[in-house]
């Protein structure tokens, strides 16, 4: 397998392709759809309510929280995790502005 060539491509094509990749696991769409569910903090709830292990969710939501789409606090011995506001509005609007490029075209293949 080749070297990804990242510099081929612009700052925000990077940055869109690295926020997307955390987005690829269902683990992280399961952890962030509890989120929006509850529109809460969040800790120790996610492993009763995904049934996953603690070790795997800790590990994902690092993952979230590396590319700034949750953010934490930590109160006592606990982590309370939320979406970031400022990261989703962001992530939205990029993703809106790609995929409303498209338009129907009923004269392509």
Not at 12 to 36: D, G, S, Y
Not at 59 to 87: D, R
């Amino acid at each position: 397998m080749g070297i990804t060539r990242t510099d081929l491509f612009t700052e925000k094509q990077n940055e869109l392709a690295n926020t997307l990749k955390v987005f690829a696991h269902p683990a992280r769409i399961a952890i962030i759809e509890h989120m929006l569910k509850v529109n809460a903090c969040i800790n120790s709830d996610l492993v009763k309510e995904l049934g996953m292990a603690q070790a795997s969710i800790s590990q994902h939501l690092k993952e979230l929280k590396s590319a700034g789409i949750i953010q934490g606090t930590v109160e006592g011995s606990s982590m309370n995790y939320c979406i970031n506001p400022v990261k989703w509005k962001e992530v939205s609007e990029t993703l809106s502005g790609f995929f409303n490029k498209y338009f129907e075209n009923n004269q392509c293949c």
